[in-house]
C-alpha cells in the first residue's frame, strides 16, 4: 500500500521525463541506462532523468528524485556590486531617518525634554547619523571644568540610547570644549573633553546600548569647533553621537 501511495505521488511530482524513467524502472526485463545532455562527449551534463536509478537483478530498487534550482529568467542579470552597496545605502539611510524621527517625537512627547529640545542637533554627515548634545547659555552640559554631568544631560542621553539601541549601528562618542583656556596642573581641555565623553559612555550603556558596539570614544578638546567664527561660544561644548555607517556607498546628496 505504501509503495502504491509512493507511485501516485510520484505521478503527480514528477515531469514527462521523470515519467518516462519510471515507466522504464517498472519495466520487468528493461535496464535504464545514462541519458546524456549538452553537448555530448567529455562536456555532456546530465539530465533529471538520470536520478531515476535502476538496480540490476538481486539488487534492491530504488528511485531517487533530485530537485533541480531555480530557472534564470531569460535577460535578466544579477546585480552588480555597485547597486547591492547603494542599495544597502539607501536602506541604512531611511532607518537612519526613522530614528532622528523617533528621537524629535519622543522629545516632542514630553514635556520635561521638549525644553530640552534646543540643546540637541541632529544631522547626516559622511560617517552617518551624527546627533550633538550642546552646552546653551545657562544650560550646561557638565558642571564647569568637570566631567559630572548635569540630569537634564543624563536624560537626554537616556532618550537617544532607547531610540538608538533599536538600530545596529556601531557608535563613535567625542567630547568638545570651547577654546576658553582650562587647565589644572596636568588637567586641561584634552582630558576634559575625553573624561566627558567617557562618562556620556556610561550612561548610554546604562541606558541600553550594548557596550560592543561602541566603537571609538575621544575628546578633541576645542580643536573641531561647532561654531568655526567663533570659538568661544556656549555652544562649542558638546557631546557628539555618531550612528556609523556600516554601507560603502553614500548619495552624493549626503555626501559632506
Known sequence: MMAFFLLLWLLGATTDEQKAGLADYFAPTTATTARASGAGGMLAGRSLSDDVVLVGEGGTPSVVVSVEPPPIVSGSA????EEIEQAAAAAEQEMFNDALEQIKQALADSEELSELS??????????????QIIDQEGGSLFESGSARMAPHTRKLLAQIAQVVSRLPNNLSISGHTDASPFQRGDYGNWELSADRA?????????????????????????????????????????ISIVLLRGATVLPPELQK
Open 118 to 131: 534646543r540643546n540637541l542637533l541632529m544631522d547626516m554627515t559622511s560617517e552617518g547619523m551624527r546627533i
Open 78 to 81: 544579477a546585480p552588480t556590486d
Open 198 to 238: 567617557l562618562a556620556s559612555r556610561r550612561v548610554l550603556i546604562e541606558s541600553g546600548i550594548d557596550p560592543d558596539r561602541i566603537a571609538k570614544v575621544s575628546g578633541r578638546a576645542d580643536h573641531e569647533p561647532l561654531v568655526a567664527e567663533d570659538p568661544f561660544l556656549p555652544e562649542n561644548r558638546r
